[in-house]
C-alpha cells in the first residue's frame, strides 16, 4: 500500500508558477515510479511527467521546457514546478505511483486526491 497526499494548488494568472508537493508514504515507497497526471473538465487524465527515485524524470509532450518534476529522497517527497502556465494548464492534478513505469493513467493502481490549478487569461 502507497499512500500519496497532493498540495500547492491555486489559481494564478497567466505566465505565472506554481510548485505542487506529493507526500508518498507506505511499504517500500522507494520502490515506486511517481507520477503526475492532470485532468480538465469533460478530458482524459493526461500524464505530465514521472520520476523514479533514481533516475531522471520524463515528461509528457505538452508540458516540456515550462514544467519540472524534483524529489526529495529523505523526505519521500515528489514536486511538480509548473512555469510560465497557460489557461490550458487548468486542471485538477493528481500524483500516482507504480511499481513500473507507465505512462498511461490505468496503469497505476494508487493515486492521492488531487489538488485544483486554476490559470486565468
Known amino acids: 500500500q502507497v499512500q500519496l497526499v497532493e498540495s500547492g494548488g491555486g489559481a494564478v494568472q497567466t505566465g505565472g508558477s506554481l510548485r505542487l508537493s506529493c507526500a508518498a508514504s507506505?511499504?517500500?515507497?522507494?520502490?515506486?515510479?511517481i507520477a503526475w497526471f492532470r485532468q480538465a473538465p469533460g478530458q482524459e487524465r493526461e500524464f505530465v511527467g514521472v520520476s523514479a527515485w533514481s533516475g531522471g524524470p520524463i515528461y509528457g509532450d505538452s508540458v516540456k521546457g515550462r514544467f519540472a518534476i524534483s524529489r526529495d529522497n529523505a523526505k519521500n517527497m515528489v514536486y511538480l514546478q509548473m512555469n510560465t502556465l497557460q489557461p490550458e494548464d487548468t486542471a485538477v492534478y493528481y500524483c500516482?505511483?507504480?511499481?513500473?513505469?507507465?505512462?498511461?493513467?490505468?496503469?497505476?493502481?494508487?493515486w492521492g486526491q488531487g489538488t485544483q490549478v486554476t490559470v486565468s487569461p
Open positions: 507506505g511499504r517500500a515507497v522507494n520502490e515506486y515510479f
Open positions: 500516482a505511483a507504480s511499481i513500473n513505469f507507465r505512462r498511461s493513467a490505468s496503469e497505476y493502481v494508487y
